[in-house]
């Protein structure tokens, strides 16, 4: 069984900052890529950015330059560092991966959601 749990979400003022971590649990035998989502009211859902095992990230438009995306491999955790919010990054915030187990079955799976919201 592979769980991935977020933590860290919050109400915050615009400019302000918040860091999210998502740590994988379980029958863990390895974590390929990483990404992290989020989900608007009334909108779809949509990829934030993503980090490579090897530590590559690439980032949606809307978050370059103010969100840093981050993993620590030995803890099998994942970290999106929001700078500069805005009323727009308001989301719930969604943990991704792909993990191989330890019967080497290779699965996506998502966390549960944290709530981000960002308002005066």
């Known amino acids: 069984q592979v769980q991935l749990v977020e933590s860290g979400g919050g109400l915050v003022q615009p400019g302000g900052s918040l860091r999210l971590s998502c740590a994988a649990s379980g029958s863990i035998f390895s974590i390929n890529i990483m990404n992290w989502y989020r989900q608007a009211p009334g909108k779809q859902r949509e990829l934030v950015a993503t980090?490579?095992?090897?530590?590559?990230?690439n980032y949606a438009d809307s978050v370059r330059g103010r969100f840093t995306i981050s993993r620590d491999n030995a803890k099998n955790t994942v970290y999106l560092q929001m700078n500069s919010l805005k009323p727009e990054d308001t989301a719930v915030y969604y943990c991704?991966?792909?993990?191989?187990?330890?019967?080497?079955?290779?699965?996506?799976?998502w966390g549960q959601g944290t709530q981000v919201t960002v308002s005066s």
């Open positions: 980090i490579s095992t090897g530590g590559s990230a």
């Open positions: 991704n991966a792909d993990i191989r187990d330890t019967i080497m079955r290779l699965k996506n799976y």
